[in-house]
């Protein structure tokens, strides 16, 4: 069984973002990138997946700039076994590569590299758009169990456990598939250093987006991007009697 993970370089999670002084995004220049988080999940089960046996290889491959061969060197240091890089020069957060170039791009390699699963990240933290996983099922007419908390094979089914209101829900989901991973899934590993010495004579491809056939004009417009409002400082109140008539009267809450 193979299994591709598409991931995403983003700015660290550590990071306080800055907007840019025209609002027209984030500062990008100078900042730490790692992968994103729910991807680092999603190379993880993957590679949990093939050292149990029930998978042969895993594929990763990154939508973004020449750097993003970082990000797939991590991935190969966490255990996938080779790299492609769709390499473009346009910004991937939104107002560049959106996610639905992104589904047609990964329909793309689907098409080329036949995996029988494809586990992606629920959102990258960077535009939280929660698309491309749902997107690439459209379009190429798989299963898909979104959020996933839990997966387990079973022959030619895999069995998602979906954290909904109220309690799990499992889905049985006939192969070929897409599922995307929830934040409890499982922890990903630290890469060790003799894994990331590995990792750099591991295969990368780097191709063009026009080998794929793929369009990445833009459908959206982003109209500005703004801080959040800045916090304004508390207050205190002398009785209970003058709390609950400030949350009645002002806040409007009760
Ligand atoms: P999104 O729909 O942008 O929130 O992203 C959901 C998931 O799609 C991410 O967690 C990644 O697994 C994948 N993805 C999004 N953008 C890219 C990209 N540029 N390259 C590779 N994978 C991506």
């Given at each position: ?181 929830d934040l409890r899934l499982n922890e990903p590993r630290y890469a060790k250093l003799p894994d990331i010495m590995k990792a ?53 809450v009760i």
């Amino acid at each position: 069984m193979k299994i591709l993970v598409p991931v995403k370089r983003v700015v660290d999670y550590n990071v306080k973002i800055r907007v840019k002084a025209d609002q027209t995004g984030v500062e990008l220049a100078n900042v730490k990138m790692s992968l994103n988080p729910f991807d680092e999940i999603a190379i993880e089960e993957a590679v949990r997946l093939k050292e149990s046996g029930a998978a042969s290889e895993v594929v990763v491959v990154s939508i973004g700039p020449d750097k993003a061969q970082e990000q797939l060197r991590t991935a190969m240091a966490i255990g996938a076994d080779r790299g492609i890089l769709v390499q473009t020069d346009a910004p991937i957060d939104l107002g560049g590569v959106e996610p639905l170039a992104v589904a047609k791009t990964l329909k793309a390699l689907v098409e080329k590299e036949s995996p029988d699963i494809v586990i992606l990240g629920k959102q990258s933290i960077d535009d939280d758009s929660n698309q491309t996983g749902q997107m690439l099922a459209a379009l190429l007419g798989w299963a898909q169990g979104t959020f996933a908390s839990k997966v387990e094979i079973n022959g030619d089914t895999i069995n998602v456990t979906r954290e909904v209101d109220g309690g799990l829900e499992t889905l049985a989901l006939k192969k070929p598939c897409i599922i995307s991973t929830d934040l409890r899934l499982n922890e990903p590993r630290y890469a060790k250093l003799p894994d990331i010495m590995k990792a750099k004579k591991k295969e990368l491809e780097v191709i063009e987006p026009s080998a794929l056939g793929v369009d990445y004009a833009p459908r959206l417009e982003v109209l500005k991007v703004v801080e959040p409002p800045v916090r304004q400082g508390g207050i205190k109140v002398a009785s209970v009697d003058e709390l609950v008539e400030k949350l009645k009267n002002e806040a409007k809450v009760i």
